[in-house]
């Protein structure tokens, strides 16, 4: 999103924790099946992105403060129209997949094994979508150059319409992920956020395979401050940052980011 449209959307993960919730009401509430609940909130939340960009950002995209504002407005009227619903209580939603498995003595649930899949199918078919089709072709053209690509008959205001309802359903699809193994709340959307941003920031802004790497990384660091410092396990997030702050003074622009040389006074 901030790569074609240049918006820094700090709702981002509140839309994460809106789906979380739909998949929850639906399922454990109305007594829905899993997939059936699945089947309704994501269109729904990536319909409420669309909705969120069309007549709230669009018109101020091009101020990067007014979209900060806004995002984080959004978010803050999720959180308080979530907890007006449902109360501040902490919600789980069952696993798909129940069971577990142990790999080099570590057990893992087959869940956390659907969630590997589910990332693996997202990335590769979010890179073929990029990389073969038109709307894919036109977005990248949009990142690159939004003034050479309206001249050559791509619609602009369309395809930044189109990729937030991308980031939407990325948001949507990652609660379908996470709602049996990660417990969520009203307030949940703020913990998360720190960490996408780290990540976006550490892997270069703008860059698809930088964010990727960069969530590795972090994830990486953070598992292995709990398993070689299992006592100091709190500190997880703390390392993590730590490791974008190393990689930031070797690289300002981040992983794949671009640097943009300012003249100085």
């Given at each position: 999103?901030f790569g074609v449209a240049h918006i820094i959307n700090l709702a981002h993960t509140a839309f994460y924790v809106v789906a979380?919730?739909?998949?929850?009401?639906?399922?454990?509430?109305?007594?829905?099946?899993?997939?059936?609940?699945?089947?309704?909130?994501?269109?729904?939340?990536?319909?409420?992105?669309?909705?969120?960009?069309?007549?709230?950002?669009?018109?101020?995209?091009?101020?990067?403060?007014?979209?900060?504002?806004?995002?984080?407005?959004?978010?803050?009227?999720?959180?308080?129209?979530?907890?007006?619903?449902?109360?501040?209580?902490?919600?789980?939603?069952?696993?798909?997949?129940?069971?577990?498995?142990?790999?080099?003595?570590?057990?893992?649930?087959?869940?956390?094994?659907?969630?590997?899949?589910i990332v693996v199918v997202v990335m590769v078919g979010l890179w073929l979508f990029l990389s073969k089709t038109r709307l894919?072709?036109?977005?990248?053209?949009?990142?690159?150059?939004?003034?050479?690509?309206?001249?050559?008959?791509?619609?602009?205001?369309?395809?930044?319409?189109?990729?937030?309802?991308?980031?939407?359903?990325?948001?949507?699809?990652?609660?379908?992920?996470?709602?049996?193994?990660?417990?969520?709340?009203?307030?949940?959307?703020?913990?998360?956020?720190?960490?996408?941003?780290?990540?976006?920031?550490?892997?270069?802004?703008?860059?698809?395979?930088?964010?990727?790497?960069?969530?590795?990384?972090?994830?990486?660091?953070?598992?292995?401050?709990?398993?070689?410092?299992?006592?100091?396990?709190?500190?997880?997030?703390?390392?993590?940052?730590?490791?974008?702050v190393i990689v930031l003074s070797v690289r300002p622009g981040g992983l794949f980011g671009i640097v943009f040389e300012e003249?100085?006074?």
């Amino acid at each position: 999103m901030f790569g074609v449209a240049h918006i820094i959307n700090l709702a981002h993960t509140a839309f994460y924790v809106v789906a979380a919730y739909g998949i929850w009401f639906f399922a454990q509430e109305l007594g829905l099946s899993p997939i059936a609940s699945i089947a309704i909130t994501v269109p729904t939340v990536t319909l409420l992105g669309l909705l969120s960009y069309r007549f709230l950002l669009d018109r101020v995209r091009q101020h990067a403060q007014a979209v900060l504002l806004i995002t984080i407005a959004l978010a803050i009227v999720f959180q308080e129209v979530l907890l007006a619903l449902f109360g501040s209580h902490l919600h789980i939603s069952p696993p798909l997949i129940a069971g577990s498995t142990t790999i080099s003595g570590v057990t893992i649930t087959y869940q956390q094994l659907l969630i590997l899949g589910i990332v693996v199918v997202v990335m590769v078919g979010l890179w073929l979508f990029l990389s073969k089709t038109r709307l894919g072709t036109a977005i990248r053209a949009t990142a690159n150059d939004a003034e050479v690509a309206n001249l050559m008959g791509i619609s602009v205001p369309k395809t930044l319409l189109i990729t937030m309802g991308i980031g939407t359903f990325l948001a949507a699809v990652a609660a379908v992920s996470m709602t049996s193994v990660w417990v969520f709340f009203p307030f949940a959307w703020m913990a998360p956020l720190t960490m996408v941003l780290a990540i976006v920031v550490l892997g270069g802004l703008g860059s698809l395979k930088g964010s990727i790497i960069g969530a590795f990384i972090m994830a990486l660091v953070q598992t292995l401050v709990v398993f070689l410092l299992p006592t100091q396990n709190y500190m997880q997030i703390a390392f993590a940052l730590l490791a974008m702050v190393i990689v930031l003074s070797v690289r300002p622009g981040g992983l794949f980011g671009i640097v943009f040389e300012e003249e100085r006074l």
